[in-house]
């Protein structure tokens, strides 16, 4: 079992930057994916970014050039900047990992962006 625990959701005015955690209860050095996710209200989840055991990053179009995913092996942690956030990132974010080939998730933590 794989616990994630987010962190870091606030409200932030339009063109502000924030920074969202995600503690692992494993070692994340062998994780092939891992990543991040959103569901703003009455829409489905969505994949925002994503990070393999080598480090490959992959971005979902709307966040390219303003968000950046990045790990720390030795924390156990996945991280997500956000910069020049806009009101349509405004939703609950997810962390995501799959490990033996089981998914799990975290309980998300909220991010509201004002204009």
């Known amino acids: 079992q794989v616990q994630l625990v987010e962190s870091g959701g606030d409200l932030v005015q339009a063109g502000g930057s924030l920074r969202l955690s995600c503690a692992v209860s494993r070692t994340i050095f062998s994780l092939n994916t891992m990543g991040w996710y959103r569901q703003a209200p009455g829409k489905q989840r969505e994949l925002v970014a994503g990070i393999s055991s080598d480090g490959n990053t992959d971005y979902a179009d709307s966040v390219k050039d303003r968000f950046t995913i990045s790990r720390d092996i030795a924390k156990n942690t996945v991280y997500l900047q956000m910069n020049s956030l806009k009101p349509e990132d405004t939703a609950v974010y997810y962390c995501?990992?799959?490990?033996?080939?089981?998914?799990?998730w975290g309980q998300g933590t909220r991010v509201t962006v004002s204009s």
């Open positions: 995501r990992v799959v490990d033996m080939g089981r998914s799990y």
